[in-house]
């Protein structure tokens, strides 16, 4: 059975019915705590009775420096979305750890940044050294997955497209938020992955809500696909992608065909003055919450709950 791990300022604490129950480690980093699995084993055995977890301030349970890797278009109703047609390669892209923050941090929006978005998406914390050139079979996911997180991959549309720059537009601080629970699964939870559903909503507005079946490129495709040319090392995070429901949204085919033939900053300008009357962008207020588990309760990574701020 998974075990959920929250960390706070003052270190690393197992959670179990609204309960938490301090580990006796000395571990700071992510990659620390996954050495020192006896003593969150011993923690989540423990008679201690506790601290209500309401009390607790939750950080970021994936702490940085780590390599942070996104896969891109990687659910079916995100691409549809997004206006692909046909098969998808498979793509990724990085973002900086800087933009790690906490489960409840405000998300800030940079001054010019004008269209916010929002991607839910299931973060893989990595338990092993993955060295280019390995490949992962299904059945070898314990063997380098310990864990599972709640991401959420904000980007700063306006800059990803007019620069087509995926790193800056989704790199700023408070632009990847994490948690509040790092669930360290079991070897048999592995087989539940697909089950995990992926909710997201705004203002208490559902925008997103699929499952992992939903996904194009599993997590050990994935993880075999990146492994070509990237290592990733124990406490290193990969994002696997979001499903439909973001804000952004390709324009109809008729229209695209049309903007194609413009000159790139009319065609922008064109764009965004249809994007502006968009109102599913993220604005100062706004409250992100997001959730991912099983439908059985099995495997529940908790509820994220952030606002958004611009800016001073």
């Known amino acids: 059975m998974s075990t959920n791990v929250l960390r706070t300022a003052e270190g690393w604490w197992v959670v179990c019915d609204g309960r938490a129950v301090a580990v006796d480690t000395k571990a700071v980093t992510t990659a620390e705590l996954l050495a020192d699995r006896d003593a969150v084993r011993e923690a989540a055995l423990s008679d201690d009775t506790g601290t209500p977890v309401a009390d607790l301030v939750a950080l970021s349970p994936v702490t940085t420096p780590c390599r942070v890797v996104a896969q891109m278009v990687n659910y079916r109703s995100h691409a549809r979305d997004s206006g692909f047609t046909g098969d998808i390669p498979p793509a990724f892209f990085r973002k900086a750890s800087g933009s790690v923050s906490g489960p409840t941090e405000a998300v800030v929006r940079p001054s010019h940044v004008k ?10 914390v990595m338990g092993a050294s993955l060295p280019v050139g390995t490949v992962v079979e299904e059945r070898d996911l314990p063997s380098y997955v310990a864990g599972l997180v709640i991401t959420n ?4 549309r306006d800059v990803q497209l007019t620069k087509t720059q995926f790193y800056e537009s989704k790199s700023y601080p408070t632009f990847t ?7 360290l699964l079991e070897p048999a939870d592995f087989d539940r992955l697909l089950d995990l559903r ?14 992992l079946a939903d996904m194009i490129v599993r997590p050990a495709q994935a993880l075999t696909l990146l492994a070509r040319f990237q290592t990733l090392d124990t406490g290193d995070l990969l994002l696997t992608g979001t499903p439909g429901g973001t804000a952004l949204k390709a324009p109809p085919k008729a229209v695209e065909k049309i ?3 413009l000159p790139p900053a009319v065609k922008w300008k064109a764009f965004f003055k249809s994007q502006a009357r968009n109102p599913h962008y993220l604005r100062q207020g706004d409250v992100i919450t997001a959730t991912i588990s099983t439908g059985d309760g099995r495997i529940d990574l908790g509820e994220q709950r952030t606002p958004v701020t611009d800016a001073k």
Request: charged fraction near 25%; aromatic fraction near 8%; proline fraction near 8%.
């Open 115 to 124: 269209f916010l978005d929002y991607e839910i998406e299931l973060g893989l």
């Open 177 to 183: 938020p994490t948690g509040p629970y790092l669930t």
């Open 259 to 261: 903007g194609a033939l």
């Open 153 to 156: 991959d904000v980007s700063g």
């Open 198 to 211: 992926l909710k997201l909503s705004v203002n208490g507005e559902p925008r997103q809500d699929r499952t």
